[in-house]
Nanobody, 127 residues
Framework: QVQLVESGGGLVQAGGSLILSCAAS????????MGWFRQAPGKERNFVAA????????YYADYVKGRFTISGDNAKSMVSLQANSLKPEDTAVYYC????????????????????WGQGTQVTVSS
């Protein structure tokens, strides 16, 4: 069973930065890609960023594009998210995700696409 463990969340002032990290616990695994979702209180879980290992392509939600950067190491089953210029609306629980099932399409912004999820790490941005 794949277990994803996030770290790096915390409290930061608006305009500040954080680095979120995610690693597989116990063993590495083969995946199509890894990424991040987030969920603010009372809101749906939303896509943030993803990386596809086959070509290194990265994807970002419009609301983080230019501020967040995803990177990772497929061989180590690790992914990180550099979050800069943080805003109070970035406050949420951030979840690491992995997709280990090859399909005809890759609907990265859809929750159902990702079959492994971490427990989440809280990011709070104060104004």
């Amino acid at each position: 069973q794949v277990q994803l463990v996030e770290s790096g969340g915390g409290l930061v002032q608006a305009g500040g930065s954080l680095i979120l990290s995610c690693a597989a616990s116990g063993r590495t695994f083969s995946s199509v890609g890894m990424g991040w979702f987030r969920q603010a209180p009372g809101k749906e879980r939303n896509f943030v960023a993803a990386v596809r290992w086959s070509d290194g392509e990265t994807y970002y939600a419009d609301y983080v594009k230019g501020r967040f950067t995803i990177s990772g190491d497929n061989a180590k089953s690790m992914v990180s998210l550099q979050a800069n210029s943080l805003k109070p609306e970035d406050t949420a629980v951030y979840y690491c995700v992995a997709d280990t099932e090859v399909g005809r399409t890759w609907s990265i912004s859809e929750v159902y696409e990702w079959n492994y999820w971490g427990q989440g790490t809280q990011v709070t941005v104060s104004s």
